[in-house]
């Protein structure tokens, strides 16, 4: 194995919550007098903590959104993952090769603690990350794409950023990755692969990531 430390980020890597949570985020805006598209929320703010959906729509609007916007938000996200959320095709491989050969893995998300949580109890994946594995944006001042989120994992970790490589399917999470000093593998399932072309190596099978990383 080349690196000492396989950093994941959580939402459309290890769980398939970009489809639920993007269709909800834009319902919700469009609800609120923002009109939203599936494909405007996977643009704009895929991979990218909630402050940014505030940020974005300031900026655009003038308009702050509701206090209790994350709230109900979340709220309806958690529902639905209830309801419909599936770990990532291939990703319990992965993780048991990972397991089995020793290399230490963790989660860097972009979401809260909460939202993590929820899908690794949904989806089974929680035998595989206790909370000393798990961090957040809500961990560090500024999210993705600034580095502070993977660097603080790789320094909770006790391993150096050079050492380390991050999984992530959106643009704004390779653009983290690259700041941190971090080599990054692309996931592009969801995301083009020219939107992710600063990644060391894109892949497009969740099966094929125990090989590339040897």
């Known amino acids: 194995m080349r690196y000492d430390l396989v950093i994941f980020d959580n939402d459309g890597v290890l769980v398939d919550s970009e489809p ?16 939203t598209t599936y494909e ?8 990218s903590a909630m402050h940014r959906v505030h940020d974005l729509v300031l900026e655009r609007t003038g308009q702050r959104l509701p206090d209790d916007f994350d709230d109900v938000f979340h709220a ?4 639905a993952f209830e309801r419909e959320l599936k770990p990532v095709t291939g990703v319990d491989n992965v993780l048991e090769k990972l397991a089995a ?13 909460d939202r993590i949580r929820v899908g690794h ?17 809500q961990d560090v001042g500024r999210g993705k794409p600034a580095p502070d989120l993977f660097l603080y994992a790789a320094e909770r970790m006790g391993i150096a950023p050079q ?7 959106s643009p704004l999470g ?4 690259v700041a941190a000093g971090m ?25 094929e990531l125990a090989d590339l990383l040897v």
Do not use: K
């Open 40 to 47: 405007d929320s996977i643009r704009d703010y895929m991979g």
């Open 174 to 177: 390779v653009q983290a990755a």
């Open 121 to 137: 109890r949904t989806t089974g994946l929680d035998r595989w990350f206790d909370d000393d594995h798990l961090f957040s944006s």
């Open 163 to 169: 050492r380390c490589v991050v999984v992530e399917d």
């Open 183 to 207: 080599d990054v593998y692309g996931f592009t399932a969801m995301t083009p692969a020219d939107r992710l072309s600063g990644a060391t190596q894109l892949f497009s099978a969740m099966g």
């Open 101 to 113: 050969d020793g290399v230490p893995f963790c989660v860097a998300s972009s979401g809260s603690h």
């Open 76 to 79: 309806r996200v958690f529902a």
């Open 20 to 35: 639920i949570s993007n269709r909800l985020l834009a319902a919700y805006l469009t609800e609120l007098g923002h009109p």
